[in-house]
């Protein structure tokens, strides 16, 4: 039964996976997108599940590359449709988008030039998980959306936040990981070589300090699984706010319910902190600066909740975060120590495909890992450390100031949207290696890419306005 529902799984994907090369073929570009939200977060249980059930590897290795397929295919159509302007087409490079071309120049340098021991596959392969990321952003920039398809496209990132609140509920009832019922661990060990670790046979982030289960739903593990929910909550909070009817803020506050028992069922500290350290930033984003003392009583009350009324383990768990003395936490540190003295060390980097665990990175090569920005550095250095941190600053800044410049009501979620996830998604990198998270890391690179071009709209329509005073201003002299 199993296999036949694999088969079938497989004939649906491979359809759907036409459907939208058909699509995109046309010109129909925002089907990347939907595609991007409804495959990518089921992306790592679909490929185990029929890997699992039909052991066929050449099947299996085409659906793990089908992502690159689509994004790949989507830039050829794109380039070809743009082949008989592209002479005389005027695209004035933002700050952020020089930063980003020299982020993936520096990559690709340290890929082709002999720089560390991973071998040249393994750095083609690793250099290939970021360029999608340049993907998503350069097609984020140049197709425009509609105020339509923008609507779509977060109605259908809440409803695949729905489907994982029933499917992460179901896991909690039964007290069962789903990922132990189809095939994640063969697939794993198999085709990543990955054997099963922890007390519940899967890896280390599917429990938590104490053996308590960490659930994931239908992403690839349950720390991915609470990253994303920063997206949808940044949803679910701007259309709180710009919503006139009764009716849908009552609706958005019951999403708001699901998205925070989702990230309380991933067991996830940093994202839980990032959803506080968000609110702040979006109450000075949206000038509501009375919400940021009611944030404050609210952790005050958590804060003494904890230390004189809750129990003892829960007393003990949080000081032991805060103190970095749980287990999890020392390890956190352990490898960061172990990134900054390679950092130290060999402050012009050690070559790519040597940090994290991303695709193409060999476990005996491997220095640190469990911080993004860390990760960064210790392959591309100091400098590479820097240009991350420009995208980062330049995507979170930009964003702001399009949301306050921008008079569309789309444009303001959008902008919102980019700005508030990439500034939530900060506290996470610290302790994960964030930008292998598809779903999370190509979807919030595409909005940063569309909040930029309206970003620089509105500065060029300013430089305009600027430059026509001027004239007028020497006219009268």
């Known amino acids: ?56 590897v ?49 990559c690709f340098v340290f890929m082709v030039l002999p720089i560390g021991d991973a ?42 936040t729905v489907a994982a609140f029933f499917l992460v509920i179901l896991e909690k009832v039964t007290a069962t990981h789903f990922h132990s019922q189809i095939g994640f661990v063969k697939y794993g060990s198999d085709i990543l070589d990955i054997e099963p670790e922890g007390i519940f046979g899967l890896r280390y982030t599917f429990q938590a300090q104490g053996g308590q289960p960490r659930y994931g739903s239908f992403f690839a593990n349950p720390l991915e699984f609470a990253a994303s929910m920063l997206i949808s909550f940044s949803i679910v909070i701007v259309h709180l706010v710009s919503s006139k009817s009764r009716a849908n803020k009552i609706n958005y506050l019951i999403l708001l319910g699901v998205v925070i028992v ?33 944030f404050g009583i609210i952790a005050a009350l958590m804060g003494l909740y904890i230390f004189f009324i809750a129990p003892d383990d829960l007393r003990y768990f949080v000081q032991d975060t805060i103190l970095f003395q749980n287990a999890s936490s020392v390890a956190h540190v352990l490898e960061w120590l172990e990134a900054w003295e390679s950092m130290l060390a060999n402050p012009m980097g050690i070559g790519l495909a040597t940090s994290g665990n991303a695709g193409g990175v060999d476990s ?14 210790v392959q591309l250095g100091f400098l590479g450390l820097i240009l991350y941190l420009a995208m980062l600053f330049y995507s979170i800044r930009n964003g702001w ?10 444009e303001k979620r959008v902008a919102f949207i980019a700005s508030s996830v990439k500034f939530g998604l900060l506290l996470p990198l610290f302790t994960s290696n964030v930008e292998i998270y598809l779903f999370v890391a190509l ?12 970003y620089q709209n509105y500065s060029n329509v300013t430089k305009e306005r600027l430059s026509n005073s001027y004239r007028l201003l020497e006219t009268q002299v």
């Not at 296999?3 to 089907?31: P, R």
């Not at 005996?364 to 990760?375: C, M, P, S």
């Open 364 to 377: 005996d090569f491997q220095v640190g890992g469990e911080n993004q920005y860390l990760i960064f550095g």
């Open 119 to 160: 071998t040249f596959v393994n750095k083609a392969n690793y250099f290939k998980n970021l360029i999608l990321l340049g993907i998503a952003y350069f097609l984020g920039r140049q197709i425009p959306l509609s105020p339509q398809e923008w609507h779509s496209t977060f109605k259908l990132v809440l409803q695949v």
């Open 262 to 294: 989702c990230v309380l069922l991933a067991y996830s500290r940093a994202t839980f902190v990032s959803f506080f350290i968000m609110l702040v930033f979006m109450a000075f984003l949206l000038r509501v600066y009375k919400l940021i003392i009611a």
């Open 443 to 454: 979807f919030s690179w595409w909005l940063v890419g569309s909040s930029e071009t309206i």
């Open 401 to 410: 100031v399009t949301f306050r410049r921008s008079s569309s009501l789309f």
């Open 58 to 106: 050449p099947l299996t290795q085409f659906i793990k590359y089908s992502k690159e397929l689509v994004f790949i295919y989507a830039l050829v159509v794109w380039l070809i449709g743009r082949k008989a302007s592209l002479i005389n087409w005027s695209f004035c490079l933002t700050t952020l988008d020089k930063v980003f071309i020299a982020f993936l120049t520096m």
């Open 1 to 56: 039964m199993a296999t036949l529902i694999a088969i079938l799984f497989v004939i649906f994907y491979l359809c759907y996976l036409g459907f939208v090369l058909n699509a995109i073929s046309q010109g129909k570009f925002w089907y990347v997108l939907v595609y991007l939200i409804s495959f990518l977060p089921i992306y790592t249980v679909f490929i185990s599940f029929t890997y699992a059930f039909l052991e066929i």
